[in-house]
C-alpha cells in the first residue's frame, strides 16, 4: 500500500493568514492527489482532486501543487468557515489511502 | 442532483451479520465506481473499497478484505456494505461516495454502526 504521511497533524491559526499543510507520499504517485475537508458532524466534502483542479464550488482560495511525492494545499487566506479537519489521498493505485488529516484550529 | 442516500444507524451484537445500502440517484449508476470509507471515533478517513456497478468489479483495502463484503444492484441503484460477524472493533461511521476518476465527489451523510454486547 502507498502511505501518505501530512504534516502538520495540527496547526493553529487565525483569520486571514496564509496556510499551507503538505502530504507526502511513500512512493510516486504522479499527480493523482486528492484534498478534502471535513466539518465536525459532517461528511467530507472534495476540495481538489488531481493535485491542482479545483472542485466545482470550492473557493479560489484553495489551491493545490505538488507531484512525484510531495504535495501542498495552501489556503490563501484563512476564513471563519475554513477551520476543520483536511485530508489528501492517492489515487493512483488500491487501496486509495488517505493521509491522517490535519486539524485546521484557530488561534 | 446527485445523492447518495444512506441506511439509518445500526446497533448489533458481535457475532451478528448486517449489511447496509446506499442508494444513488440523479446520476447514470452504472457508470460510476462507489467507495466506502470507514471513520472511527474522533479518528481519520479509512478506504475500505470501491465496487463498480456496471460489472462487479470490487477492489478492496487489504485490511478489510476477507472481513467485509461490497456488492451492488444496478437495477436497484444501491450499493451495500456487509458483515457477516461484526466484532466490536467493526464500531464505526461508514460512508458510501461516489468515485469518478479516483477522487470522491459526493458522499452520503454515513451510517453508524455500533457493535456490543
Known amino acids: 500500500d502507498i502511505q501518505m504521511t501530512q504534516s502538520p497533524s495540527s496547526l493553529s491559526a487565525s483569520v486571514g493568514d496564509r496556510v499551507t499543510i503538505t502530504c507526502r507520499a511513500s512512493?510516486?504517485?504522479?499527480?493523482?492527489l486528492n484534498w478534502y475537508q471535513q466539518k465536525p458532524g459532517r461528511s467530507p466534502n472534495l476540495l481538489i482532486y488531481?493535485?491542482?483542479n479545483l472542485q466545482s464550488g470550492v473557493p479560489s482560495r484553495f489551491s493545490g501543487s505538488g507531484s512525484g511525492t510531495d504535495f501542498t494545499l495552501t489556503i490563501s487566506s484563512l476564513q471563519p468557515e475554513d477551520f476543520a479537519t483536511y485530508y489528501c489521498q492517492q489515487s493512483s493505485s488500491t487501496p486509495y489511502t488517505f493521509g491522517q488529516g490535519t486539524k485546521l484550529e484557530v488561534k | 442532483e446527485v445523492q447518495l442516500v444512506q441506511s439509518g444507524a445500526e446497533v448489533k451484537k458481535p457475532g451478528e451479520s448486517l449489511k447496509i445500502s446506499c442508494k444513488g440517484s440523479?446520476?447514470?449508476?452504472?457508470?460510476?465506481?462507489i467507495g466506502w470509507v470507514r471513520q472511527m471515533p474522533g479518528k481519520g478517513l479509512e478506504w475500505m473499497g470501491i465496487?463498480?456497478?456496471?460489472?462487479?468489479?470490487?477492489r478492496y483495502s487489504p485490511s478489510f478484505q476477507g472481513h467485509v463484503t461490497i456488492s451492488a444492484d444496478s437495477s436497484n441503484t444501491t450499493a451495500y456494505l456487509q458483515w457477516s460477524s461484526l466484532k466490536a472493533s467493526d464500531s464505526g461511521l461508514y460512508y458510501c461516495a461516489r468515485q469518478t476518476f479516483g477522487e470522491s465527489d459526493f458522499w452520503g451523510r454515513g451510517t453508524l454502526v455500533t457493535v456490543s454486547s
Open positions: 440523479g446520476f447514470d449508476f452504472t457508470k460510476y465506481w
Open positions: 465496487i463498480y456497478p456496471g460489472d462487479s468489479d470490487t
Open positions: 512512493q510516486s504517485i504522479s499527480t493523482y
Open positions: 488531481a493535485t491542482a
